[in-house]
């Protein structure tokens, strides 16, 4: 089983609608997790960090998570255009020496 | 702002030679990673490193090597290039302490 996994999509929303993008994990050790958002042709750029259950919110972003379901989500609101590129999810393992893993990412493209 | 440096953004090479990717980060970041990015895989780690002269094996560890000589530099090897090593290369760095990575702007390599 990998440690991070994602829907690949892609998901595809209009203008102005909420994009929710999920991510589960498969350690319950982990504690801290993170999204990226990743421009085509360009690096993961770090947008969410959550060590918390429940929700952290960032101006249009919210990050949730639920460590009993081993599940974390970022809900996008009000999404724009240049909100479209593959958001990826990743974990950190404290037990090894703060390694990080990636999911494989969702590609999400907003439609004006 | 954290500056990591990839030594090329482009890199072109014959199967068989040996291949070196530089890494240098300006953050006194204790950890780096070295990921390759292939399309539907997502972010795949290879090898990280904890400290000077101290390394894990990722997921796909096979055919490369890596080196940290010096806390701000971290070089991944491919010890004989062959054409299915032909990908995206993203070194990222990290404080530890689950405070995300940081990425430089990556090597695409094609072996020829």
């Known amino acids: 089983q990998k440690e991070v996994e994602q829907n690949s999509g892609p998901l595809s929303v209009p203008e102005g609608a909420i994009a929710s993008l999920n991510c589960t994990y498969s350690?319950?050790?982990?504690?801290?997790f993170f999204w990226y958002r990743q421009y085509s042709g360009k690096s993961p750029e770090l947008i969410m960090s959550i060590y918390s259950n429940g929700d952290k919110e960032d101006g249009r972003f919210t990050a949730q998570l639920n460590k009993a379901s081993q599940y974390v989500s970022l809900l996008i609101r009000d999404s724009q255009p240049s909100d479209s590129a593959t958001y990826l999810c990743a974990v950190n393992l404290p037990y090894n020496n703060n390694d990080m893993r990636f999911g494989a990412g969702t590609r999400l493209t907003v439609k004006p | 702002d954290v500056k990591v440096t990839q030594s090329s953004r482009y890199l072109v090479k014959r199967t068989g030679e040996k291949v070196f990717l530089e890494c240098v980060q300006d953050m006194d970041h204790e950890n780096m990673f070295w990921y390759r990015q292939d399309p539907g895989l997502g972010l795949r780690l290879i090898y990280f490193?904890?400290?000077?002269?101290?390394?894990e094996k990722g997921d796909i560890p096979e055919g490369y090597s890596v080196s940290r000589e010096k806390k701000e530099r971290f070089s991944l090897i491919l010890e004989s290039a062959s054409t299915n090593q032909t990908s995206m290369y993203l070194c990222a760095t990290s404080p530890g302490q689950a405070r995300g990575a940081f990425f430089g702007q990556g090597t695409r390599l094609t072996v020829v």
């Open positions: 490193s904890y400290d000077v002269k101290m390394k």
């Open positions: 350690d319950r050790v982990s504690q801290s």
